[in-house]
């Protein structure tokens, strides 16, 4: 209960949605490392993986912007399926190396999207172009 309070205080820091396209930049890094140190500070990874998927996503929708929350949502979901996928290594001497593997790309991986969510999807200044090529609408 007391993780759920934290991430729910982590996304509630977010001021009112800002119609002048500030960004907000140090909110979606905040939201990362708070799912960072609940993932480390906890027993089971699925609360500090859920955080680290939803929280972010999660500020982009307190400032109005459905379409950035989708595509950091989207972003996410790569180094989330690379770590969640560590079981599937077989057995013997490979499986260590698969395992550090998968680890390493979930790793820098979430770093390079916690880079690319904070510093261009919410920038403040232009509406991610992925989404309408895609026929999205919100």
């Not at 989708?70 to 979901?77: D, Q």
């Not at 916690?114 to 026929?135: H, K, Q, R, W």
């Amino acid at each position: 209960m007391r993780t759920l309070t934290v991430l729910a205080a982590v996304v509630m820091m977010a001021p009112d949605a800002r119609a002048d396209g500030e960004p907000y930049v140090e909110q979606i890094v905040l939201a990362d490392a708070a799912s960072v140190a609940i993932l480390a500070g906890t027993k089971s990874p699925l609360v500090g993986l859920s955080g680290y998927a939803v929280l972010a996503p999660a500020v982009h929708v307190a400032h109005g912007q459905a379409d950035r929350a989708a595509l950091s949502l989207a972003l996410r979901l790569v180094p989330i399926a690379s770590v969640a996928a560590i079981d599937r290594c077989e057995g013997g001497e490979a499986a260590l190396g698969c395992a550090l593997g998968r680890l390493a790309i979930g790793v820098f991986g979430a770093i390079a999207v916690t880079a690319l969510d904070a510093f261009v999807v919410a920038d403040g200044e232009s509406p991610p172009t992925m989404l309408p090529i895609l026929g999205a609408r919100f």
